[in-house]
């Protein structure tokens, strides 16, 4: 399986401060269509998961312009340009290149 | 407004077995592959499976977790997807999300819990 390993876990942010968060892959993502099939989702407490970025750096719509995502290959970011109250929540990364499809072990962002 | 609601969740012994519903509204069903993804008490999300369309036979694939006792199906004249849990052990206890989509997955339901326990 592909294994996809999130740092930091755990991402204590100023209110205003931006944040990052990195996801690598134990293999490559790009997939036999040519696109690369890396997902960032965000759960808030108590809640769903909600998409933010699909194949690396579209966002969703509705998803405040403050996130983007970047990456190629086996390592992916998440960045986040100025961190808000309602962005505290887990982050995860996931993949959907290779079957069985996996998550990161997902990012707390508190607020410092 | 797509919408994605599950049910069918509750407390079951293990060895047991339970049916998952994932009722859907606001797109055309037939159009997309549907996923269950679950979440175990306090931990990260694991995938559990998928249905392809009937243009692609609607396939299936599982993680290997569950492979041989779960099922997915689903019924594109009632727009359901459906999880069938055979010989549960306490190990699936988790809130079960079903998912539109599949290698990018958009829209998530809420959840149902599933508590496997004795």
């Known amino acids: 399986d592909v294994v996809m390993t999130q740092s930091p876990l755990s991402l204590p942010v100023t209110l205003g401060q931006p944040a990052s968060i990195s996801c690598r892959s134990s293999?490559?993502?790009?997939?036999?269509?040519?696109?690369?099939?890396l997902n960032w989702f965000q759960q808030r407490p108590g809640r769903s998961p909600r998409r933010l970025l699909y194949?690396?750096?579209n966002r969703d719509s509705g998803v405040p312009d403050r996130f983007s995502g970047s990456g190629s290959g086996t390592d992916f970011t998440l960045k986040i340009s100025r961190v808000e109250a309602e962005d505290v929540a887990i982050y995860y990364c996931?993949?959907?290149?290779?079957?069985?499809?996996?998550f990161g072990q997902g990012t707390k962002l508190e607020i410092k | 407004e797509v919408q994605l609601v599950e049910s069918g969740g509750g407390l079951v012994q293990p060895g047991r077995s339970l049916r998952l519903s994932c009722t859907t509204s606001?797109?055309?069903?037939?159009?997309?592959?549907m996923s269950w993804v679950r979440q175990a008490p306090g931990k990260g999300l694991e995938w559990v499976g998928f249905i392809r369309i009937k243009t692609y036979g609607e396939t299936t694939d599982y993680a290997a977790s569950v492979k041989g006792r779960f099922t997915i199906s689903r019924d594109d004249y009632r727009n359901i997807a459906y999880l069938q849990m055979n010989s549960l052990k306490t190990e699936d206890t988790g809130v079960y999300y079903c998912?539109?989509?599949?290698?990018?997955?958009?829209?998530w339901g809420q959840g149902t819990l599933v508590t496997v326990s004795s």
């Open positions: 996931m993949q959907g290149t290779h079957w069985p499809y996996t």
């Open positions: 606001g797109f055309t069903f037939d159009d997309y592959a």
């Open positions: 194949q690396v750096s």
């Open positions: 293999q490559g993502l790009v997939y036999s269509d040519g696109n690369t099939y």
């Open positions: 998912i539109r989509g599949r290698q990018w997955p958009d829209y």
